[in-house]
């Protein structure tokens, strides 16, 4: 398997089950893009779009962009008020 494949997640027809191809995409902001899908498969021929939206951080950039506010993680929130608060014995 080539390291490309492994990295391009592969979205499925919703009524097929095929592969469904990105036809197009669209940013809409810096977190949300648009993009136009159609199934590879003949017999099928459906299309629909996708919504794609950057929706929580995992890791906070070193270079991060003043105007992007996204709520970290409730998980990493967790882990980090955990590292941050004084040690009970």
Not at 24 to 35: C, D, H, L, N, W
Not at 63 to 78: D, E, F, W
Request: hydrophobic share 35%.
């Amino acid at each position: 398997m080539s390291t490309e494949r492994a990295n391009n997640p592969r979205l499925a027809c919703p009524h097929c089950g095929s592969f469904a191809r990105i036809r197009k995409s669209e940013s809409m902001t810096p977190i949300y893009r648009k993009a136009v899908l159609e199934c590879q498969n003949a017999d099928c021929g459906w299309r629909g779009t996708l919504a794609l939206e950057i929706t929580q951080t995992l890791s906070p950039s070193l270079n991060p962009n003043p105007a992007i506010q996204l709520p970290i993680s409730p998980r990493v929130r967790k882990q980090l008020l955990a590292e941050l608060a004084p040690e009970t014995s």
